[in-house]
């Protein structure tokens, strides 16, 4: 394999050369072997969400809101910020986010890369509050709407850096020793756009 040169570049623009570039290789695993556990967790979620075809048949406001998040995520009119808000949402909706971990959509992290700052933007994030920690992270695979993005693993893997310096620096500031490694879970959501 050729030498592929290393340059700084925004998350956003990196694809599957900066993974090359940077040695950086990815390996599918399924559910239980990456989470280390015999069995998945059912999720705790409102019976309606599961039963309601759309946001006219929920009795709970909250429930009726998310659908039509759904609904508005599955709509091509609707943008790309339709399905953060959708994502945010379950997030909520499953207690990934409560009290001091909050969702985050298009969160901008500082990103060193070939001795320079360059951006890495999040789709949607989960933080910890208390411990001002990025715990996960999701890229929505825009491969599918009109001029759609880059590659989403790559651009993902960019953030997963981003937000791995910025929770060393955190803990630095901190008085806690910096982390040599951190598993980041990642999810991928793709949206196919019906026209």
Known sequence: ??????S???GSDWTRNELAAYHIECHREDPLTFFEVQALPHP???P???TSLDAAQAVNDWNAELLNLLDMAMSPRSGESAVDDFAAGLFRALGYA?????????????LLICGEFRHAQTDVCIVDRDKNDILLLVQEDKRFEEGGGGDPEA???AEAIAAFGI??????????????????????FSVVLHH
């Open 98 to 110: 409560k009290r001091n971990r909050v969702a985050r959509t298009r969160r901008d992290l500082s």
């Open 44 to 46: 705790q979620i409102d």
């Open 8 to 10: 700084a570049k925004s």
């Open 167 to 188: 929770n060393n620096e955190q803990r630095v500031k901190a008085d806690v020793d910096a982390l040599d490694e951190k598993v980041c879970r990642r999810f991928f």
């Open 1 to 6: 394999m050729a030498n592929i040169i290393r």
């Open 48 to 50: 309606e969400l599961l």
């Open 155 to 157: 651009q993902l893997i």
